[in-house]
């Protein structure tokens, strides 16, 4: 299994440009979600998703859209970059809904730049 | 709410000492907590979650519900524990929140 893989690693965005992050895993999980992870932040939930056509709004969702079309892939949308929007972003994914305990598997990561 | 506090953004203790790294959490319900941890240029991975009771690498952490607390302890840190650890909770949506970390430094 590759686990939850993310493209691209690096991407350096002028401001206004729109773009979309990829994520998907092979583990057949029905959840997926993205966060943005920032010094003295943390990670912070953006949107997340308990199955194919079902997703929702995490802490920060503004400037991000998101769907599900299918259970492995999960992109991520930004419709139009702003400097505030430079970050790294992790897509995870976790097992069936309504286990709470089960653990998380994060991607690599995407390193985005808005200039 | 559900809301996780770490309340130190750095850490830094010697080789042999013992560390303890301090989660709080708000949450109106029965939380499933874990430690998550994210060496230099590694994935986030999990540590540990209280609902297995276990120790990994050494390191463990008591849910207090009392206190909202879920901190984590070491008794004998070594250099390679050097990492990023991060506190979550995950609610009844299965969403996962963090937070903001404690970026630990073992001195030899």
């Known amino acids: 299994n590759a686990g939850v893989t993310q493209t691209p690693k690096f991407q350096v965005l002028k401001t206004g440009q729109s773009m979309t992050l990829q994520c998907a895993q092979d583990?057949?999980?029905?959840?997926m979600s993205w966060y943005r992870q920032d010094p003295g932040m943390g990670l912070r939930l953006i949107h997340y998703?308990?199955?194919?056509?079902?997703?929702d709004q995490g802490e920060v969702p503004n400037g991000y859209n998101v769907s599900r079309s299918t259970t492995e892939d999960f992109p991520l949308r930004l419709l139009s970059a702003a400097p505030s929007q430079t970050s790294v972003y992790f897509c995870?994914?976790?097992?069936?809904?309504?286990?709470?305990?089960?653990?998380?598997?994060f991607g690599p990561g995407t390193r985005l730049t808005v200039t | 709410a559900q809301r996780v506090t770490q309340p130190e953004k750095l850490l830094s203790v010697f080789k042999g000492a013992p560390v303890e790294l301090k989660c709080n959490y708000s949450?109106?319900?029965?939380?499933?907590l874990f430690w998550y941890v994210q060496y230099s240029r590694q994935r986030l991975q999990l540590l540990l979650r209280?609902?297995s009771r276990e120790s990994i690498k050494g390191f463990t952490a008591d849910l207090n519900k009392g206190e909202t607390s879920f901190h984590l302890k070491k008794p004998f840190a070594q250099e390679e524990d050097s990492a990023m650890y991060y506190c979550?909770?995950?609610?009844?949506?299965?969403?996962?929140?963090f937070g903001a970390g404690t970026r630990l430094t073992v001195k030899p």
């Open positions: 995870a994914s976790r097992g069936p809904f309504g286990r709470s305990s089960y653990e998380q598997y």
């Open positions: 583990m057949n999980h029905e959840y």
């Open positions: 998703s308990v199955g194919a056509g079902i997703t």
């Open positions: 949450y109106s319900g029965s939380p499933e």
């Open positions: 209280h609902i």
């Open positions: 979550a909770l995950s609610g009844r949506n299965n969403d996962m929140r």
